[in-house]
């Protein structure tokens, strides 16, 4: 069974970091692209992070960038997202998502084959 499980949310205060975990189930995560997304009330899906499947290049979003590093674990199927310095406006249900083979990650969320149920992360001012 092919499943996704994200942890590591939680409420956290202004400046403060968490490390968001997503594991997979069903599959090999090398054979995948990883991304993070995120989605605020009333707000659309925006890529935060992703890995490309192969050369292990990255991208960011300007607004995480030199805050949240994407990792992955192969040998334990599992991507990370360590998130430093956090901000009011990071808050979020955050998600996790892979894509079959793709050697050049980017965030157009439409072309993700998998997603996990979504971590809330929540941080105060």
């Known amino acids: 069974q092919v499943q996704l499980v994200e942890s590591g949310g939680g409420l956290v205060q202004a400046g403060g970091s968490l490390r968001l975990a997503c594991t997979a189930s069903g599959f090999t995560l090398g054979d995948y692209a990883v991304a993070w997304f995120r989605q605020a009330p009333g707000k659309q899906r925006e890529g935060v992070s992703c890995e490309s499947m192969s050369d292990g290049s990255t991208l960011y979003a300007d607004s995480v960038k030199g805050r949240f590093t994407i990792s992955r674990d192969n040998a334990k199927n599992t991507v990370y997202l360590q998130m430093n310095s956090l901000k009011p406006e990071d808050t979020a249900v955050y998600y996790c998502?892979?894509?079959?083979?793709?050697?050049?990650?980017?965030?157009?969320?439409?072309?993700?084959?998998?997603w996990g149920q979504g971590t809330q992360v929540t941080v105060s001012s």
């Open positions: 998502a892979l894509e079959y083979y793709e050697r050049q990650c980017a965030f157009h969320f439409t072309e993700y084959d998998y």
